[in-house]
């Protein structure tokens, strides 16, 4: 391991990353890199830099190219600074048949973003995403990782004024 990847990644991330490879073979230790790259986004404010993603490739011995490909492939992982707060909204079919455009609408209006964007302020970043699974209770977004269903513009403005 290099010394700027000492440097990058900090102790708790390196010890979170060694309690995961025990679950492979040695050999196989560059199975742990999606939880790699989690722990490693957590502490870095919701996102991964290429000296991030270089430095969970250099932990794992692996090549870069392939620790930016499960990056890239996951929506799950952010390769720019995200606000505090990510609020990603399901507009798969049963969302949009109980009018998760409304709720969009809304998001827009009172954030003055648009998908993929954060607010001047650092507070939100809106993305759109495809089916979190909770089709009964629609239309519904997740922020963190708490659900809110069953929502209406109102209840979006309640849940927004609420976070800090």
């Not at 790259?37 to 290429?50: K, P, V, Y």
């Amino acid at each position: 391991m290099s010394e700027i990847t000492q440097t990058l990644l900090s102790v708790s991330v390196r010890a979170k990353i060694d309690h995961w490879m025990k679950r492979y073979p040695a050999e196989q230790k560059r199975s742990a890199v999606m939880a790699a790259l989690h722990f490693t986004q957590e502490e870095n404010s919701g996102w991964l830099s290429d000296e991030l993603l270089a430095a969970v490739a250099d932990y794992l011995e692996m090549p870069k190219i392939a620790v930016y490909e499960v990056a890239t492939f996951y929506t799950m992982y952010n390769l720019k600074p995200v606000g505090r707060h990510v609020i990603e909204v399901c507009t798969s079919i049963s969302c949009m048949l109980c009018g998760c455009d409304k709720i969009v609408d809304q998001l827009q209006k009172k954030l003055k973003i648009d998908f993929d964007e954060t607010t001047a302020d650092g507070k939100f970043t809106l993305r759109r995403v495809e089916c979190l699974a909770s089709c009964t209770t629609a239309p519904m977004f997740q922020i963190g990782k708490k659900y809110y269903e069953s929502l209406t513009p109102e209840k979006v403005n309640t849940i927004l004024d609420e976070l800090e």
